[in-house]
């Protein structure tokens, strides 16, 4: 049971638009500390997708956005692509664990 | 350009003792923190524990404390994840990655992983 909750799984068809959502709690990403996320393809290791909660590191494509509000977060993905068929992970800091959580990970499905 | 090498898969028995190894280069190793990461098979990321090279400060997770020790040696840019006893639920990738900030913040280099299969 990871501390941050995502969906095990999405999907959708080229072109269109999904999100994925990261529900933790008072101690994590409701006390403010910031949510980044990670795509991991099989048999590699994760990379980072947005940092900050928002912000992309260089090289990563615009149709990739990070929203955060509350107790939660989101990860957007427009115009999906075959090749962002991956599983997603989110990463907050926790203050009872005094570390890193994460969530389950979100294996998403391009149709 | 930055890199972190992990060693490289190691299959082992039960009981057995056993050092992996992350070594970093194109950065300032030991001003940045190293964080262990492990993943059990099909499942997802677990947080481990951090390392700052700079001085050995260490924060382990305690799920993971007295379980595995973390250390680092600057001189050498290599960050180390050890065991014990090894149990064949260690069986897992363990990843290495290099924080960007403290531990508030984020990974933006990872290693390759090392796979570890303990096994009688």
């Known amino acids: 049971q990871s501390v941050l909750t995502q969906p095990p799984s999405v999907s959708g068809a080229p072109g269109q638009r999904i999100t994925i959502s990261c529900t933790g709690s008072?101690?994590?990403?409701?006390?403010?500390?910031?949510v980044h996320w990670y795509q991991q393809f099989p048999g590699t290791a994760p990379k980072l997708l947005i940092y900050g909660n928002d912000n992309r590191p260089s090289g990563v494509p615009d149709r990739f956005s990070g929203s955060k509000s509350g107790t939660s977060a989101s990860l957007a993905i427009t115009g999906l692509q075959a090749e962002d068929e991956a599983d997603y992970y989110c990463q907050s800091y926790d203050s009872s664990l005094s570390g890193w959580v994460f969530g389950g990970g979100t294996k998403l499905t391009v149709l | 350009e930055v890199q972190l090498v992990q060693s490289g898969a190691e299959v082992t028995k039960p009981g057995e003792s056993l050092k992996i190894s992350c070594t970093g280069s194109?950065?300032?190793?030991?001003?940045?923190?190293i964080v262990w990461v492990r993943q059990l098979p099909d499942k997802g990321l677990e947080w481990m524990g951090f390392?700052?090279?700079?001085?050995?400060?260490?924060t382990y997770n305690p799920s993971f404390q007295g379980q595995v020790t973390i250390s680092a040696d600057k001189s050498i840019n290599t960050a180390y994840l050890q065991w014990s006893s090894l149990k064949a639920s260690d069986s897992a990738i363990y990843y290495c990655a290099r924080l960007w900030g403290g531990a508030f913040s984020w990974s933006d280099f990872w290693g390759q992983g090392t796979l570890l299969t303990v096994s009688s």
């Open positions: 008072s101690s994590n990403i409701g006390a403010g500390y910031d």
């Open positions: 194109g950065y300032s190793f030991a001003s940045y923190w």
């Open positions: 390392i700052y090279p700079g001085n050995s400060d260490t």
